[in-house]
């Protein structure tokens, strides 16, 4: 924690989790389940309710024996004023001002047991700089010159193809071309081009013919991470330790000291991905928050937000010294009015929710169906992994329990680990580097991760609730784990490698996913975690994109294989099972037919193959007609009379059209 006293970090820490006098809560411990009964809180006018002529407070603090609203001139000004709140209904506070507070900075104060305690307004909408004050804004005055609303309906989730973005990557890179570098801005320009001409930013990103942007964190996050006033300073972080939920992050604004305009420039960044038809899914981080003592929640009403082991200290499964206990009522109701605000405030499109295994499984279909409501299009994408967790199993989202989320997607690592090799043994080699074995588990993920036939079952009740992916955020890129497990092959076989990778998330049942910079083999330079890595690491690297345009062209003519073939996404399990056929191949390869025009598709039978031999191999075709190749002719030396033979690792589709 830089420029911070530990020693008065310690006595803070010691004064907020005093838990309150329980005279105050009518004998009713905070962690109790009767505290729920009691106080639970239904309305929806938590935080600051703005209009010109008053400003309503209400805040949820039913440990407290007295609160206050803070108000201040700046973000780093002495107070100006102090008003006491009323005790209301639920264990909430409240407060009306007359006037107009357009700007005008706040803070909640208040006292649980014998200390006082300061924080942020949980639910404020808007932030000062580095975000420990909260702000009145009248939100109508951030609104864009053009805000047209949401995108339209969108078909199925199956349609999507899923780009996943860092916000700074993006355009940091001093040959991008684009203006407002590091800035939502900067992904809002377009025209830009970079070394040799090429198109880069946001006009790189629409001609590859993607439909979603994911968009890692872009809410308020830890100052710990990133200063905003310090910001001509190098900086990075990916900003998965959450502060303010509702807000978003300032770091990518061109002013963070201005309020309004981080959110101004996020909705213009939005509006301008709308108007090429892309639309937006924002990572969100529900599991834990940035500091289990720090945070707004814990000062506000200490020792409910959060979990803790019967040890009293904070349960840990995610790795970040804490969890959000999604499962008590008002740490739900705010997940989920969160979620809302970023829908009706931001026109957000989807939702991809970090270590999603942590929330509880009502939460997740409450938001799930609060979000129905607005738009049953809107996308629901999560890590389902299972981690150790005070939590009940049976109540935590993971894979497992994925049959009790209908239209909720979970990630599959499954495929992931087969395709590339295992991500936490770097030497390991997957099916693109010949490792051994390993036919079945591409079968599992190219059904979808559905429950097939014998051993070839996953996760999933659904082609829709199923993500394939090699690449993300987290751990090597694609690239970097090839250099490492099969440093011993040419740079040219390990970029067939790399294709056939992609080919097979694009040709896979269920909701492909892939990284920004896969597109042209992404490097790190070999750094496994970058999350805090120098910017060099981690921006987008134009020069190699310009000298990779062949890769580039090579994904955007696997986008459009998929987009031009309803066959690769198909609705429903039953259809994956009634029109898929796994057909004989040898070792290191896997072959496929979608049979009867599968999901209407124009073409009558699709025949594909993923061959990871570098040697000649040849195949049985299926007696179903007159083949032809339709795609990856360069490795096709043979087609007639039902026989295929092939030369090099890649991924060959064949067509019968009638």
């Known amino acids: 924690m830089i420029g911070v006293n530990p020693l008065s970090v310690q006595k803070e820490i010691d004064v907020i989790m005093d838990y309150g006098d329980p005279e105050v809560t009518g004998g009713v411990s905070v962690f109790d389940k009767a505290f729920d009964d009691k106080f639970y809180y239904n309305g929806d006018d938590l935080g600051a309710v703005y209009t010109s002529e008053k400003t309503s407070f209400r805040l949820w603090a039913p440990t407290a024996s007295e609160a206050k609203v803070v108000f201040y001139s700046s973000w780093d000004s002495l107070p100006v004023k102090e008003r006491a709140m009323v005790r209301d209904v639920q264990g909430t506070w409240v407060l009306e001002t007359a006037g107009d507070y357009h700007g005008v900075y706040y803070t909640y104060r208040v006292k649980v047991g014998t200390s006082w305690n300061e924080a942020a307004d949980p639910y404020a909408k808007a932030v000062g700089v580095n975000g420990d004050r909260a702000v009145v804004l009248d939100l109508r005055r951030t609104d864009p010159e053009r ?5 339209p309906p969108f078909s199925s989730p199956v349609d999507a193809v899923i780009y996943e973005l860092h916000v700074r990557d993006l355009s940091i890179h001093p040959d991008s071309g684009i203006q407002h570098k590091g800035k939502y801005l900067g992904l809002a320009e377009s025209g830009t081009r970079g070394p040799g001409g090429i198109p880069t930013g946001l006009d790189h990103i629409a001609g590859l013919g993607i ?24 900086h990075f972080n990916w900003g998965y330790d959450p502060k303010n939920y509702n807000v ?8 963070p000291y201005a309020p309004a305009s981080r959110i101004t420039e996020l909705k213009q960044c939005i509006q301008s991905l709308h108007d090429r038809g892309l639309r937006v899914i924002m990572d969100v981080v529900y599991n834990h928050v940035y500091d289990g003592y720090l945070v707004n929640f814990t000062k506000l009403v200490p020792g409910y937000y959060l979990r803790y082991n019967p040890d009293g200290t904070f349960s840990n499964g995610s790795f970040c010294g804490n969890e959000c206990a999604s499962e008590r009522p008002m740490m739900r109701k705010f997940i989920v009015e969160s979620v809302l605000h970023w829908i009706r405030e931001y026109h957000i499109d989807g939702f991809r929710f970090d270590l999603m295994g942590l929330i509880d499984v009502d939460t997740m279909n409450e ?10 299009s809107i996308l629901m994408i999560g890590e389902g992994w299972n981690m150790g967790t005070v939590l009940p199993e049976d109540r935590r989202a993971h894979q497992g329990n994925a049959w009790r989320m209908p239209r909720i997607a979970h990630f599959n690592d499954g495929i992931r680990d087969t395709v590339k090799g295992d991500t936490f043994i770097f030497g390991s080699k997957g099916f693109v580097g010949r490792g051994g074995g390993l036919e079945d588990g591409v ?7 559905i429950r097939y036939s014998g051993s070839i079952e996953q996760f999933a009740d659904e082609p829709v609730q199923n993500v394939n992916y090699v690449e993300c955020h987290d751990n090597h890129t694609l690239w970097d784990k090839l250099d490492i497990s099969s440093a011993v ?6 970029t067939q490698m790399h294709r056939l990778a992609s080919a097979i998330i694009l040709t896979g049942q269920g909701i492909p996913f892939i990284h920004a910079g896969q597109e042209f083999m992404r490097s790190k330079n070999g750094v496994e975690n970058s999350y805090k890595s120098a910017i060099e690491i ?5 020069g190699r994109c310009a000298s990779r345009q062949n890769d580039v062209l090579y994904m955007a003519s696997l986008i459009k294989l998929r ?8 609705r429903t399990a039953q259809e994956v099972r009634e029109h898929l056929n796994f057909e004989a191949a040898p070792a290191h390869a896997v072959a496929y037919t979608l049979r009867n025009h599968a999901g209407g598709d124009s073409d009558r039978h699709l025949y594909v193959l993923y061959n990871a031999n570098a040697e000649p191999i040849s195949l049985e075709l299926p007696d179903l007609g007159a083949w032809q190749v339709h795609y990856g002719n360069e490795f096709v030396q043979k087609l007639g009379n039902n026989k295929l033979e092939v030369h090099g690792t890649g991924m060959v589709v064949l067509n019968i059209t009638s």
């Open 489 to 494: 092959e040419s740079e040219e076989q390990r």
């Open 248 to 255: 978003p992050e300032g770091s990518y604004a061109t002013d």
């Open 367 to 376: 938001i799930r169906r609060r979000v129905d409501e607005i738009d049953p």
């Open 563 to 570: 987009k031009s073939h309803p066959a690769f996404r198909l």
């Open 538 to 542: 981690n921006w987008l690297d134009w």
């Open 211 to 234: 439909t979603h942007v994911q968009l890692q964190p872009i809410y308020d996050y830890s100052t710990q991470s990133v200063d905003e006033t310090k910001l001509d300073e190098p």
């Open 443 to 449: 079968k599992r993920g190219v059904v979808g991760g």
């Open 147 to 151: 805000w047209t609303g949401a995108m």
